[in-house]
């Protein structure tokens, strides 16, 4: 019975740790898809988190929405696209650099944040950087490499 009990656990390892695999690689594959596609930055949104630091990105956004280059948006959970156009502007959602993360893939409970994300898609690698009261700047470096 107990090495039953053992193999059951195993499997049970084994499956999460493949669904976890999969929401990571779909993350990649986004980010990479994203690259192809000539972007250089990704800025995810997530739909619940710091509010403070979640306002100050949907903030930079709203005023920069029309200015975007090189540029992604991802919006992360479940939020609303009536709830994100009311927000951020019915136009919004009609911009080709926006994508919604139906299936949650950047967050991972492992790697989950509570704050927005800046993603930069430097040549080979992919560098992270929250947007959070600990590091400051986040987004006025963010203007500064993308040129506002």
Do not use: H
Request: hydrophobic share 40%; aromatic share 12%; charged share 20%.
């Amino acid at each position: 019975m107990i090495k039953t009990k053992k193999q059951i656990l195993l499997v049970f390892i084994v499956l999460l740790q493949f669904c976890n695999s999969n929401k990571q690689n779909s993350k990649f594959d986004l980010l990479n898809s994203m690259k192809t596609e000539g972007y250089k930055y990704v800025l995810v949104l997530p739909d619940a988190g710091c509010l403070s630091c979640i306002d100050a990105t949907e903030i930079f956004v709203k005023e920069n929405k029309d200015n975007f280059k090189d540029f992604g948006l991802v919006f992360s959970g479940t939020i609303s696209p009536k709830s994100i156009s009311n927000r951020l502007g019915s136009d919004i959602l009609t911009k080709p650099y926006v994508y919604f993360d139906s299936i949650n893939s950047f967050r991972i409970d492992y790697e989950m944040t509570i704050y927005p994300q800046i993603i930069y898609l430097e040549g080979d690698r992919i560098i992270f950087k929250e947007v959070s009261p600990y590091q400051t700047g986040s987004l006025d470096s963010l203007k500064l490499v993308m040129g506002f």
